[in-house]
């Protein structure tokens, strides 16, 4: 079956999560001692313990803030944990971003992202950065967050899009790599903070960036 569609996760594949979150943190949580990648792993504890049950994401960002700020020792306002939360749109692209996405709409693929976040938070990134997508689905528009398989339901039920032509591509493999595997769904694991694969997902392609993702998919065109 031909190829027709791209879906991708935004922050962490399009969008430089690592470093969008990291420098905001700083910002809010001052002189912490934990910093760098412990700070990041903890911070990732905190939003999963907030994403058990559906919350819109400013919401969870906003409480994220407030319990680790707690568990750090730092003091954090609740106006300072908002202004945290709408920080998102203000994240860095990734440079290979914007030119892989031209490339792949003017190679007749239809491309989609599939997102936990509000739909004003994407739709204020894909502004702020250019970003050339067909459409999208968000964690608001299915009241869930993946790594729940309703994102990926969803985007099949609005383009009619078929399993075997559908590409999603990722950073996550926990949120992204592992449910579509489940879904028997192709995927595309773009290693962009060079972490080690965990045994039992088995993506179609790894790469550590869109721009050799784009060789191996022109590899694969007619």
Excluded at 110 to 120: A, F
Excluded at 121 to 138: A, M
């Amino acid at each position: 079956m031909t190829r027709r569609f791209l879906t991708f996760d935004c922050y962490g594949t399009l969008i430089d999560w690592r470093t969008g979150i990291e420098t905001e943190l700083r910002k809010l949580l001052g002189d912490v001692r934990v910093r760098g990648q412990d700070l990041l792993k903890a911070y990732v504890a905190a939003e999963a313990e907030e994403e058990t049950e559906y919350r819109s994401y400013r919401e969870v960002l906003r409480r994220t803030a407030l319990s680790l700020s707690a568990r750090l020792g730092a003091t954090v306002s609740e106006d300072e944990a908002t202004r945290f939360s709408g920080s998102v749109p203000k994240w860095p692209a990734f440079k290979d971003t914007g030119k892989f996405l031209r490339d792949m709409g003017s190679k007749g693929f239809q491309t989609y992202i599939l997102s936990n976040v509000d739909d004003d938070i994407l739709q204020e990134t894909i502004r702020r950065n250019g970003l050339e997508v067909e459409g999208w689905v968000t964690a608001q528009e299915v009241q869930s967050y993946k790594p729940s398989p309703t994102h990926w339901v969803r985007f099949m039920q609005k383009t009619g899009a078929r399993k075997g032509e559908m590409l999603h591509v990722a950073q996550s493999v926990y949120h992204d790599i592992v449910p579509c595997q489940g879904l028997d769904i192709a995927s595309a694991w773009v290693n962009r903070y060079n972490e080690k694969m965990p045994s039992g997902p088995h993506p179609m392609f790894v790469t550590d960036d869109l721009a050799h993702l784009g060789e191996l998919l022109d590899a694969e065109l007619p």
